[in-house]
């Protein structure tokens, strides 16, 4: 069992950055992808960003050239660096994680989730 935790979440203008982070209680050596999904009010949680045991790193086109998604094994933690944010990025943003990778990009893969940290973006 890994216990995953977020943080750095916010309000921040349109343009702006936020880094957030997730901190897991297990070492993340052995785990097959470590990634980050969001969910806006009345929709249905997305994809946002993956990283695979082989290093492989994958972004929801909608984030392409602006989110950049990190882990780092050695301090159990990943990373997501989100720049020139929208108002449409508004949303809980959650980290998740599992021991597989085939389905990197759904959330039926994933048997990990954090209690997710809100990111606001005001126009």
């Not at 993956?50 to 990943?78: E, H, P, W």
């Amino acid at each position: 069992q890994v216990r995953l935790v977020e943080s750095g979440g916010g309000v921040v203008q349109a343009g702006g950055s936020l880094r957030l982070s997730c901190a897991a209680s297990a070492s993340t050596v052995s785990l097959g992808v470590m990634g980050w999904f969001r969910q806006a009010p009345g929709k249905e949680r997305e994809f946002v960003a993956a990283i695979r045991r082989s290093g492989g790193i994958y972004y929801a086109d909608s984030v392409k050239g602006r989110f950049t998604m990190s882990r780092a094994n050695d301090k159990n933690t990943a990373s997501l660096q989100m720049n020139s944010l929208k108002p449409e990025d508004t949303a809980v943003y959650y980290c998740a994680a599992d021991n597989y990778d085939s389905l990197w990009y759904s959330t039926r893969e994933y048997d990990y989730w954090g209690q997710g940290t809100q990111v606001t973006v005001s126009s």
